[in-house]
């Protein structure tokens, strides 16, 4: 290897004619140059991508999002460059052709929970929000929802944002209103109105939102024999998958609790939310 710095200038000969040698060290000087980042500013840069700001977003054309029926139809709007953000709707928008009509039927789709989407897409969130972004952090007041909460209204409505979420292939508003669920108290009844509707709206196989209500009744049997019997009976034989679900964690609990005894250090299975709701009545 020769010494750094060190250069061997090349020599004419009868088989190197002068000029070839001059072209040659122009070449190498040249690679040098850009080796060592001498002149790199000089070379072609690739385009940056361009960011797209919220004005791009509002210059984008309207779409018009179908509602319910008849007299109950309600016609809302939305940027359609908002809108893509979903794959559900750029899948749709994506047919729609030039000059054409922009306009997307959604007959079977809640309002609200529509409307929480919309707000999602415009502004990363929809509510109530958390009032910080501490992951234990309460919800905003919501005048809306009755106290005591016996319909599961305020539970209701983020599950029903949960499944448009996952309709609209939007994961992380997903997350969000799973976690919001589980700052959210309600009573033994909206607790059940609220497993009714999981139950009859989400796959077997979603077993995060599945297990944490199965869990939640397991773990109050106390609560069903006080406050909502009647309901808890209608409820499991309505979804018998529902009672399956409770009884497998009651069962499993009573076996781990067997071996605590016999000298097991395990501990018995928390209920699956992060904060338990207090019943209310």
Known sequence: ???????????????????????????????????????????????????????????????????????????????QAMLVKSPYFADVCAQ??????????LPDEDLNATGSFLEYLYMDEYFPRRLTSHKDSALEPD????????????????????????????????????????????????????ARYVYAKTSTGDETIRRPVAAFWATRSHVLRHEAEEEFRAMCLEYPQFGFDVLSLVLDQKEKRGERHEGSSQQPPASGRKRARVSQG
Do not use: C, W
């Not at 052709?97 to 039927?105: D, P, T, Y």
């Not at 983020?158 to 976690?179: D, R």
């Open 1 to 79: 290897m020769a010494d750094p710095g060190v250069r061997v200038e090349a020599t004419p000969t009868e088989d190197t004619p002068a000029d070839d040698v001059a072209m040659a060290d122009d070449g190498e000087e040249a690679e040098a140059k850009v080796g060592d980042g001498e002149d790199a500013s000089t070379l072609p840069q690739a385009d940056a991508p361009k960011r797209t700001t919220f004005l791009d977003y509002l210059k984008s054309p309207m779409v018009e999002l179908v509602l319910g029926s008849g007299s109950d139809q309600v016609v809302l709007t939305a940027h």
């Open 96 to 105: 729609f052709s030039e000059g054409s009509k922009r306009r997307i039927e």
């Open 143 to 194: 005048d809306s929802v009755p106290s005591p909460d016996n319909s599961g209204a305020a539970l209701l409505k983020h599950a029903k944002v949960y499944t448009i979420a996952e309709k609209f292939g939007m994961p992380a508003l997903k997350s969000l209103a799973h976690s919001k669920i589980h700052r959210t108290t309600s009573t033994a009844k909206g607790e059940i109105a609220y």
